[in-house]
């Protein structure tokens, strides 16, 4: 069994900073072989893609944050990050975090950003 735990998500003005964590734990082996994927679900849409990054370091974001927002991990600690810089009233969403290869497909139950401008 794997769990996925995202934090840092909280109520924020337009143009601050957040970090968000997603710790993986339980039966994880070989964390650094597992792409890692931020999404979000703004309230009463879709779920949508924000950000990647598979397990050869290769990065992609989605257009509406590009610019603004990290991805990255810490392949010792089993953490990835999402850094989101400049946010804006259009980020405020549920944050989730999704770990797979192969056959292993996890995810998180999110954090929730809101943005206030």
């Known amino acids: 069994q794997v769990q996925l735990v995202e934090s840092g998500g909280e109520s924020v003005q337009s143009g601050r900073s957040l970090r968000l964590s997603c710790v993986a734990s339980?039966?994880?082996?070989?964390?650094?072989?597992?792409?890692a994927i931020w999404y979000r679900q703004p309230p009463g849409k879709e779920r949508e893609f924000v950000a990647s990054?598979?397990?050869?370091?290769?990065?992609n974001y989605s257009d509406s944050v590009k610019g603004r927002f990290t991805i990255s991990r810490d392949n010792v600690r089993n953490i990835v990050y999402l850094r989101m810089d400049d946010l804006k009233p259009e980020d405020t969403a549920r944050y989730y975090c999704?770990?797979?290869?192969?056959?292993?497909?996890?995810w998180g139950q999110g954090t929730q950003v809101t943005v206030s401008s």
């Open positions: 339980g039966a994880i082996s070989s964390f650094s072989h597992y792409h």
């Open positions: 999704n770990l797979y290869s192969g056959r292993d497909n996890y």
């Open positions: 990054l598979f397990s050869g370091g290769t990065t």
